[in-house]
């Protein structure tokens, strides 16, 4: 008898090691990663082009502001037109779920071609900087971006088509 005593506690030992071990199995994941993917690069596609419509300005000038919801105002002797379409500059942004995306807003110049120029400020953003990306890489955050247009006097920018471009630079974190 006490031969089979043994050997069932063999036996069982056994078992028991090997429950222990199928446990063991089914707690460590499957899929075993060393580090996350490297950082891909922000990227950004211009949807829409910032646009501040037709206006006329009186003998001070002043400034036309579009916010990045898209409301227009005026300042100064600025007086806005209903005539003309405006638009907030629109980005689709493309980066890693996670990343902080910030941006540089330097100055910037439209001309009317005949060395008239007005002064541009990129102004609020939406969502506003710095933000954190939370949609995958596939998938594009839209970035709403507004401007402050400083006009000058009929002197110094007389009435006309005036053009650029502005720089943005993507920060990414």
Do not use: C, W
Request: proline residues 9%.
């Amino acid at each position: 008898m006490r031969v089979d005593s043994y050997l069932m506690y063999l036996i069982g030992k056994r078992v028991a090691a090997l429950l222990v071990l199928l446990t063991l199995l089914l707690i460590v994941p499957s899929k075993a990663v060393s580090q996350e993917p490297p950082p891909r690069p922000v990227v950004a596609t211009t949807v829409q082009n910032l646009g501040f419509g037709v206006f006329y300005q009186g003998l001070a000038g002043g400034s036309v502001t579009i916010d990045a919801s898209g409301v227009r105002t005026a300042g100064g002797s600025v007086v806005l037109l209903s005539s003309g379409a405006f638009s907030v500059a629109t980005f689709n942004v493309r980066a890693n779920p996670g990343t902080v995306i910030s941006f540089l807003k330097p100055l910037s110049s439209l001309t009317d071609g005949s060395g008239h120029t007005m002064t541009l400020q990129i102004d609020d953003t939406s969502p506003a900087t710095p933000f954190v990306t939370t949609n995958p890489y596939s998938v594009p955050t839209p970035v709403y971006m507004g401007g402050i247009l400083t006009v000058g006097s009929p002197a110094v920018n007389p009435p006309g088509n005036y053009s650029g471009t502005f720089d943005i630079i993507f920060i990414q974190e």
